[in-house]
């Protein structure tokens, strides 16, 4: 139905009318702007609320799309806008060092035995909660980057910066990142190089 | 340690293909000769490599449902450029441009550049009456109009606060 219609003719069809037609943009994009939402904000059921916003704020403010940038980058500037906000209202949660014990407590007690987890864990896992562990502007930049193919241009224009301060953030991010998995993840460091 | 980021940079810009030609050829050089480099390059080229083969989450089942429901009960907003004429604030502009240049114009016309008086300008705090001013009934009407924005805004500001506490608190 709206399967081979590229982003540009869906738009088309739900401005003329067809608000149908914007379940196909829905689809092709809940992921990318889920794995976003949830990495900033760090709580499924929170990401997922605010991933909802971010697709009716996109709904709403349809007419306002040019196609100038590609339909994802505009998306995506709607995202950061949207959970920077959410950040901003939500009252800060404050970790003692005894909630980080807890933590790491119940990451083993799920995990069963640790050394059988390490085995188990795969490389895309140990990642995947290395960048849960960032703040919100490290794990974005890094699955703009990484996982919505976003080149620097797109990414300094989505995050409303220069290209060369989205690239030494990246840079950075990719930096802590490391620091880590190097911290928190040392011995399946080894499975991954 | 210093040099131990430096050339991690490098390594990054050259995997990410963010490099110039000689750069290119001299990290492949350094990657050639030192064995340190091809240590540090392996690592960063297996990280990113595995950071692009991360998967994506899945939200629940009903979130592109819910997202329908949603924009069911919603329209289309008009697109800002059909309501914002870009004559109109262009003339806005002008116009507060033309004011100011005008008032610009008419202060360095009644200024007599040919007297030479005294660079210092002589000022007796004494001699200032502020009374005439602040007594100004318009003045007064001023000051008046803004406490009463001023309050508008708090009233504002703290309804908003209310309402915020109460959709925490639901």
């Not at chain 2, 240049?101 to 660079?119: E, N």
């Not at chain 2, 000022?123 to 109009?145: A, C, P, R, W």
Request: charged share 25%; aromatic share 10%; proline share 1%.
């Amino acid at each position: 139905m709206s399967a081979g219609l590229n982003d540009n003719e869906l738009i088309e069809k739900v401005i003329r009318g067809d608000h149908q037609a914007y379940a196909g943009l829905v689809q092709r994009y809940q992921s990318y702007v889920f794995t976003l939402t949830l990495r900033m904000i760090k709580n499924r059921e929170e990401a997922e609320e605010v991933a909802q916003d971010v697709f009716i704020k996109a709904y709403k403010y349809l007419a306002d799309f040019r196609g100038e940038a590609k339909f994802s980058t505009w998306l995506y500037t709607i995202v950061n806008n949207t959970c920077i906000s959410f950040l901003r209202k939500k009252k800060p949660t404050i970790h003692s060092l005894d909630d980080e014990r807890v933590f790491l407590a119940a990451d083993r007690s799920v995990n069963g035995n640790r050394q059988d987890s390490l085995e188990q864990k795969s490389v895309h896992a140990v990642l995947t909660e290395a960048i849960l562990r960032l703040g919100h502007d490290d794990a974005e930049i890094i699955t703009l980057f990484y996982k919505h193919e976003q080149t620097l241009d797109e990414i300094s224009r989505i995050l409303g910066v220069e290209v060369n301060t989205a690239k030494v953030r990246l840079h950075r991010a990719r930096i802590r990142l490391k620091e880590k998995m190097e911290t928190h993840y040392a011995t399946e460091i080894k499975d991954l190089i | 340690m210093n040099t131990n980021l430096q050339m991690e940079e490098r390594l990054w810009a050259y995997i990410d293909g963010h490099v110039s030609g000689t750069e290119k050829s001299g990290v492949e050089a350094l990657i050639a000769e030192q064995a340190a480099w091809r240590e540090k390059y392996q690592e960063l080229l297996a990280m990113h490599s595995s950071l692009q083969l991360t998967e994506l989450e899945e939200p629940s089942l009903r979130f592109s449902k819910n997202v329908m429901e949603e924009i069911s009960r919603l329209q289309i907003a008009p697109a800002t450029k059909t309501y914002i004429n870009k004559k109109i604030v262009a003339g806005i502009g002008i116009f507060f441009i033309s004011l100011l240049a005008a008032i610009l114009i008419y202060g360095f016309s009644q200024m007599d550049f040919s007297s030479p008086g005294s660079a210092q300008i002589e000022i007796t705090l004494e001699k200032i009456d502020i009374s005439k001013f602040f007594n100004n009934t318009l003045i007064n009407v001023f000051l008046m109009i803004n406490v009463l924005l001023g309050l508008v805004l708090l009233d504002f500001y703290l309804s908003n606060k209310r309402n915020l506490y109460r959709k925490d608190t639901r």
